[in-house]
């Protein structure tokens, strides 16, 4: 099975900041990768899927790069909104495996 | 608009057995993939589970396999999760979800999620 790490697994930051958080694969996953948000006691909600591609309706500060086993988030200048549990996901293979999360707190 | 309902979920015992379902509308259920995706309490997202469209092939996490199958109901645009031999460690809440699908295709990425059923297995 694929493993993903996602780090850091807590992230402090504040409004306006830009942050990136790493998710990476153990083994080669080309670009297939997605990235969701999920606020507390609610279901994700899909940001970005192969690995760049930003859903539509999903702001512009955010942006997702990367390929084979390293990839990347970022939020370019941080919301209020943007406070939240972030998660990566492959689906290169069964079982499509989740990174275990990057809380995003405020400073 | 798509929209996905989870029921079933509650509490049982250790070793006993559950089935969720998910109701689907507002789209061509039989052609899409579904995915069944758990989180435990104050916990990370956990795949469990996908089943191909037109009652294809099914996939498992190995925390589940051999326990847990997956179905699903075309004609009630429906899906199951038959949940066997629970233990504490399946507590969560189940949440089922899709991509968008056409005629030819469907995306592996999860776009719709339901609001989730929360199964707690204990004595």
């Known amino acids: 099975d694929i493993q993903l790490t996602q780090s850091p697994s807590f992230l402090s930051a504040s409004v306006g900041d830009r942050v990136t958080i790493t998710c990476r694969a153990s083994?080669?996953?080309?670009?297939?990768l997605a990235w969701y948000q999920q606020e507390p006691g609610k279901a994700p909600n899909l940001l970005i899927y192969?690995?760049?591609t930003l859903r539509s309706g999903v702001p512009s500060r955010f942006s997702g790069s990367g390929s084979g086993t390293e990839f990347t988030l970022t939020i370019s200048s941080l919301q209020p909104e943007d406070f939240a549990t972030y998660y990566c996901q492959q689906v290169n293979s069964y079982p499509r495996t989740f990174g275990q999360g990057t809380k995003l707190e405020i400073k | 608009e798509v929209q996905l309902v989870e029921s079933g979920g509650g509490l049982v015992q250790p070793g006993g057995s559950l089935r969720l379902s998910c109701a689907a509308s507002?789209?061509?259920?039989?052609?899409?993939?579904m995915s069944w995706v758990r989180q435990a309490p104050g916990k990370g997202l956990e795949w469990v589970s996908l089943i191909r469209r037109n009652d294809g092939p099914t996939y498992y996490a190995d925390s589940v396999k051999g326990r847990f199958t997956i179905s699903r109901d075309n004609s009630r645009n429906t899906l199951y999760l038959q949940m066997n031999t629970l233990r504490a460690e399946d507590t969560a809440v189940y949440f089922c979800?899709?991509?968008?699908?056409?005629?030819?295709?469907?995306?592996?990425?999860?776009?719709?999620w339901g609001q989730g059923t929360l199964v707690t297995v204990s004595s």
């Open positions: 192969l690995a760049s």
């Open positions: 507002g789209f061509t259920f039989s052609i899409f993939d």
């Open positions: 979800a899709t991509g968008s699908c056409n005629s030819a295709f469907c995306s592996p990425y999860l776009d719709y």
């Open positions: 083994q080669g996953i080309g670009g297939y």
